[in-house]
């Protein structure tokens, strides 16, 4: 599965990110210039959760955002389809419960949680509009729905540089640092395959949440979207 356009079946995808788990992390932040830490911090304070408030993190991988909102002092469930990601986060010892979930068809009941956070999955779901859906769902009345994810930058020059990084140095660093170099070619693209902002912001109105809105990080490499699911 090496191109973004690709119906992205939830077997395929899980299987490219079992082949990475163990640099995963490693390769992100290396690919991300050192602004990972920052991006992450921005979705924490996005999240608005109180002490002892529940989050659930979406395509959380090995844990390392699930890690970061637990610090806040919520508690948190951390939840992913990659048997591998989940696997490695244990042997690191990530301080939250692991639970295996397809993003479109979560094994919650209605209004389980104060928040919901997806960071950088959004666009690995095969439906990802069913993704923002269930997260609706699963979130109480009030709660917050957040999605940290690769955008598109707003300089039109910064956009073309940052375009040729992604399709030659993001998949060259891999091959130094990865032994599947080629999920890392699917990465990229699917960044560049990604829809902008207010595509995405329409997506979280159709989905039922309001006050809709995003923040741009880093010059919109990543937006970061917020909703607040209604009182019916």
């Known amino acids: 599965m090496n191109r973004a356009d690709l119906d992205k079946q939830p077997y395929d995808v899980a299987g490219m990110f079992d082949s ?10 290396v690919a991300a210039l050192g602004q990972v830490q920052m991006w992450r911090a921005a979705m924490v304070d996005a999240l608005e959760i109180e002490t ?5 993190d ?6 390392t955002s699930s890690a970061a909102i637990a610090r806040s002092g919520a508690r948190v469930v951390a939840a992913d389809f990659s048997l591998g990601m989940m696997a490695e986060g244990r042997r690191r010892g990530a301080p939250v419960p692991f639970i295996g979930a397809d993003a479109q068809h979560l094994p919650f009941a209605d209004d389980s949680f104060d928040a919901a956070v997806i960071s950088f999955g959004l666009r690995n779901v095969h439906r990802p509009q069913d993704a923002l859906a269930e997260m609706a769902r699963v979130v109480r009345p009030g709660g917050r729905v957040v999605v940290c994810e690769f955008s598109t930058p707003t300089s039109l020059l910064f956009r073309t540089v940052y375009e040729r990084y992604l399709l030659r140095a993001l998949p060259a660093v891999a091959r130094r640092l990865a032994t599947s170099a080629e999920a890392y070619d699917y990465l990229a693209e699917s960044i560049l395959e ?3 902002q207010e595509e995405l912001r329409r997506w979280f109105l159709a989905a039922g949440l309001t006050r809709a ?7 919109g490499i990543v937006a970061l979207h917020r909703g607040v699911v209604p009182h019916t």
């Open 58 to 63: 979406l395509a959380a991988g090995t844990g």
């Open 20 to 29: 990475i788990a163990g640099r995963y992390d490693l390769i992100n932040d």
């Open 194 to 196: 990604w829809p902008d």
């Open 213 to 219: 809105r995003y923040r741009n990080l880093t010059g």
């Open 52 to 56: 002892d408030g529940t989050v659930l």
